[in-house]
Structure formats: C-alpha cells, structure tokens
C-alpha cells in the first residue's frame, strides 16, 4: 500500500473518531444538565437553611419571587448548561489544542469544570439579587473566610468544591479515551506524511 493510501486511510481513521466525540460531548452536555437541575434543587435546600433569617426578612412577597426564579432556573438547567458548555473552547475534537485536558482523581476535565462553576455561579446570581448571599471578588477573600461564591470576569462563580455523579464521570472517562485515540492517529498521520515528504525530495533531487 502506498504512503499516499496510508495517510488516507488514517485521516478516515481519525474522522470517525471525531464524529464519535462529538456525538460523546452531547451525551456528556445531556450528563451534565441532569447533575445540575439536581445540583441546583441541593443547593438551594442548603442555602435556605444556612440563610434562615434572611430568607424570612424577605417577607412573603419577595420569597415568592425568589422561590418562583429559582423554579425557573431549575427549569432552564438545559439551556444554561448548553450556553455554558457548547463551547467550541472547550472541546479537544473542535479545537485540538496542546492544554492538559486530563483531570485529576474523580473530577472532570478541567476547562469543563471551570466553566460549570460559571453555571452553579447562575444559582449565586438569583440568590445575590435579594441579598440572600454576598459574593466577593476572588482577590478580596481572606483564606479564612467562609464564602461558596465568588466575581471572576464579572460574572458570579461557585466556590466550593464539587462531587460529580458517576455518571458525568463515567462520560468524561470515554471523552478522554477517545482523545487519546484521536491523538494516537495524529502522530502516525505525522509520521507518514514526514515519510512521505523525504520520499518526495528524494524523487526530486532524483529527477534533477
């Protein structure tokens, strides 16, 4: 087989490959729009318990609106999320970049993690609108202090650590499989092309 129908053969290798993640980062945005309705609906629960006081200062006028926006993000989870994360940014098959994708231990890639504390951040904002939570620009906390919201590039971001369900886990493993694979084909693809670059200079040099 030539170097010509190697080179190919590898280059339809590797296009489907990247038909694969790409139907993988849609299962794997549908994963994370499930774990955060239900991340959201947690949350919630936690921040009125830990914010009492303020949630009966409100009166029954104003807890009904916060109460009915927050229905309403919990609603909307599919659309903040796909705002967030179909991001061509954040996809190695839609960008190929050198950055480390890799996470550590049980969290996530680490650009998708990113951007999701910009999605929990979207539960801060609702809150922040009546005073419930302060969130503080990240270069104004003390280590000491007790904060789970923070303002980065103006918009408000979770603080606090997050345990994603294995389900997302278990998605966010077969993405990285498949970029290992998608790589793998690109250094052969590199290597027949390097090899056929040398056969053509020799033909060449050859002819001349």
Known sequence: MSIEDQINLKKQEKEK????????KMDYIKGLSKFTENWYEEQIKYTLKENASKIYNLGESQAKELKSK???LKGNS??????HIDNPELWW??????VTYYANGHRILNKIENEMKFVFGELGHVFSLYNVVTPKYSHNYKSY????WTIEEDKIKYFGGVIFSSEVQNLND???NLINSASDVNFELREL???QGEDN???WWDSL
């Open 17 to 24: 490959i990247i038909n694969k993640m790409e139907q993988k």
């Open 70 to 72: 927050l229905e309403d």
């Open 78 to 83: 599919v659309e903040i999320v796909n705002k």
């Open 93 to 98: 098959h839609e960008k190929e970049d050198n």
């Open 145 to 148: 202090d007790k904060i789970s």
């Open 174 to 176: 077969e993405y990285i």
């Open 193 to 195: 092309e390097k090899k």
């Open 201 to 203: 200079v020799q033909e």
